[in-house]
């Protein structure tokens, strides 16, 4: 499946990103959250997550996805898989301790993001985490390379490098990929009640960590 292989075919930086950006996810979750990530795609980190936490649900919008999911957690007991539209979720107000968004999906969704971060929140418990990723500026060279990559495999149209430029990669075919910076991800979040922090992890990942507080009495803490 082509979504895999653009994982397979990923540069050592890239994976060590990859790597980077799952392992600071599983400091944030509490042994038994229920956690949910948004944009699953195939499965790739979520056996991770679900050796963390007490269930996890992944949701994507491609079905061939969810499909080779399904093989990948095939001998996972405590997860589950829907297909799903993340800035729509079909869930009731806070269920979740802990709401995944890695890996730009942000911006690669290509949805309204004040919705996507909205809908996140609604569907997030008090005291619970959201979290969600965008690249640093740091990773730019190696990202692009990675698309690169992605661009002489067939997996993605050939890039237009006169437009291709800070942080955005366009592609001749119309393709665009994008980025959010730490400015839009403080606009996006400030009339939030919850606590934010932005940070970057590793030189490659840019973070956005949202804790829930539903009133002023709040006095949970995440690790």
């Not at 079905?63 to 800035?87: G, H, I, K, W």
Request: hydrophobic share 40%; net charge negative; with cysteine.
């Amino acid at each position: 499946m082509h979504l895999k292989r653009v994982y397979d075919i990923a540069p050592p930086r890239i994976k060590q990103y990859l790597d980077a950006e799952l392992n600071h996810v599983l400091k944030m979750i509490r042994p038994g959250d229920v956690v949910i990530e948004l944009g699953c795609g195939y499965g790739r980190i979520l056996p991770k997550l679900a050796e963390k936490a007490g269930w996890a649900i992944g949701i994507d919008t491609s079905a061939p996805s969810l499909e080779l999911a399904q093989q990948t957690l095939r001998m996972v007991q405590n997860c589950s898989l829907a297909q799903m539209d993340a800035a729509k979720l079909f869930f009731h107000d806070q269920v979740f301790d802990a709401l995944i968004c890695i890996q730009n999906g942000i911006s690669a969704f290509h949805v309204d993001q004040r919705t996507l971060v909205s809908e996140s929140v609604r569907v997030t418990r008090h005291g619970g985490i959201v979290l969600f990723s965008s690249y640093s500026d740091k990773l730019w060279k190696d990202r692009l390379e990675w698309f690169e990559l992605q661009s002489k495999t067939g997996l993605l149209g050939e890039i237009d490098h006169d437009l291709t430029r800070d942080g955005v990669i366009v592609c001749k075919d119309g393709f665009t990929a994008t980025t959010v910076n730490a400015d839009t991800f403080r606009k996006l979040t400030v009339d939030l009640n919850a606590d934010v922090r932005i940070l970057e992890v590793d030189e490659s990942s840019l973070f956005c960590e949202i804790q829930i507080r539903r009133n002023e009495d709040a006095n949970l803490s995440r690790p």
